[in-house]
């Protein structure tokens, strides 16, 4: 069978890059058996003929209704698929949907009729915020940063901002490159339509929305630039653990350093 991606250079960078991303999330440890989900909105690849590709599943309910989704698509990891699958096999492990008329359903076009993320709903409310907003970010990532979950576990670290300023404060290109920071969400059960109403609230105000004892929630132009969110953090996760392992607190940035930064790079906060 004649795969999507042949003819579409555009389509097959778009794939290739998130095939790229799931091997870093496999070798960076963040993406144990099946774990983690990544959905791209492809719709500005999208041209008639794939418009006019029949259905390869049959019609599936979102759980929610998303009005600004309507003929929209999307590049779903499929549920159940490891990572470093889908890094090898992309179209294997993963499928493209088209989000139908009633904004509430939708069916699978291509290649095989492999099952979306059971978090398409949360992923997709987060689709449908985007763009209500006018936002050009096309991707949502979540993944298990080890070290970024292992700080969640540390109560004086789950005050507003208290983690991203620690974060910011390790090295200053997290500031420069992570200007929004870190919003953390408390503790709630996988999949729960809370964790995905709270997940779209925090990315209002944050780059990359924490997960208690779970994981991260990033969004970004592609699927790239969502992945560079989280790997920035997590290396100063990593910077003030390798200094705590040396016997004594980070001294970090000062407060002046980081408003000197703020000013020289024109950031948010
Ligand atoms: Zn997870």
New binding site residues.
Partial sequence: MKSILEGRPALKKEVDKIAEVAGYLWQKGWAERN???ITVNITDLVDDEIKNMPAISEVKQIGVTLPHLKGTYFFCKGTGMRMRDLARWPMDNGSIIRILDDCASYVIIADNPVNPTS?LPSHLMVHNHLIEKGSTFKASL???PIELIAMTHIRKFMGKDVLTKLLWSMIPETKAFCPKGLGIIPYEL?SSVKLAEETVRQLDDYDVAM?EK??VFAIDNDIMAAFDQVDVLNKSALIYIAAKNMGADPEGMSDAQMVEMTKAFNLPK
Avoid: K, Q, Y
């Fill in positions: 774990g983690g989900n978090e979540h993944t298990h996988p997960w779970h994981g």
